[in-house]
């Protein structure tokens, strides 16, 4: 196995692994027809096996305090992307790519990356056991239309009718809004300080 920096010529492989990655995770409609370009720089990584793209990491990280991280003191990186095609998971390859993208953050000098995700347990677990932190949460709600939207959305254009939609709820009555929606995720925030 290889790990090596991204290259264009690898996005289509890029964009097969993620989505195969994200099916069977709790992420499996967030569906990418191209990969995404950063404004800020970023670490770009895939792990290559016999020509295939078998795994991806992408940081984006600041060069000002607080322009991509949500949290924390000094440089940081999010971590936008992390994703093992299933066929290849359990032979350790997220934890080598994590490895390579924490030396070359500590070559620029960040100290911490930070990664939202939600709540899959083996995802979680995968963070803690590479010293990643929990440090912040919210919900993700997907609304589908008839009661469930009913009373929540309202619109001020005549003849439009909402029939889904996407909210994050921040309040502390999380028992409230798991009883009235069926789709909701609490989304963490992880963070790994770099020593």
């Not at 191209?34 to 078998?54: G, H, M, W």
């Not at 790519?97 to 500590?106: D, F, G, P, T």
């Not at 993700?140 to 009913?150: A, N, P, R, S, Y």
Request: glycine letters at 8%.
């Amino acid at each position: 196995m290889e790990i090596r920096r991204y290259r264009s010529e690898d996005e289509e492989g890029w964009v097969r692994c993620r989505v195969l990655s994200f099916l069977d995770t709790a992420y499996f409609d967030n569906v990418l027809k191209e990969k995404e370009t950063y404004d800020y720089p970023s670490i770009e990584l895939v792990a290559v096996i016999d020509n295939q793209i078998v795994g991806l990491l992408d940081i984006e990280y600041e060069t000002q305090e607080r322009t991509v991280c949500s949290r924390g003191k000094g440089m940081g990186g999010m971590m936008w992307h992390i994703a093992v095609h299933p066929d290849f998971r359990r032979r350790g390859i997220g934890g080598k790519l994590l490895l390579e993208a924490e030396r070359i953050s500590k070559n620029i000098g960040l100290n911490r990356i930070e990664a939202w995700t939600r709540d899959d347990e083996w995802v979680n677990r995968w963070y803690e056991h590479n010293h990643f932190k929990k440090v912040e949460s919210y919900l993700q709600v997907f609304i589908d239309g008839g009661e469930e939207l009913k009373g929540v959305i309202k619109t001020e254009i005549p003849k439009l009718y909402p029939v889904q939609t996407f909210a994050h709820y921040i309040g502390e009555d999380i028992g409230m809004i798991k009883r009235s929606f069926k789709r909701v995720h609490e989304c963490y925030c992880f963070e790994k300080q770099l020593v």
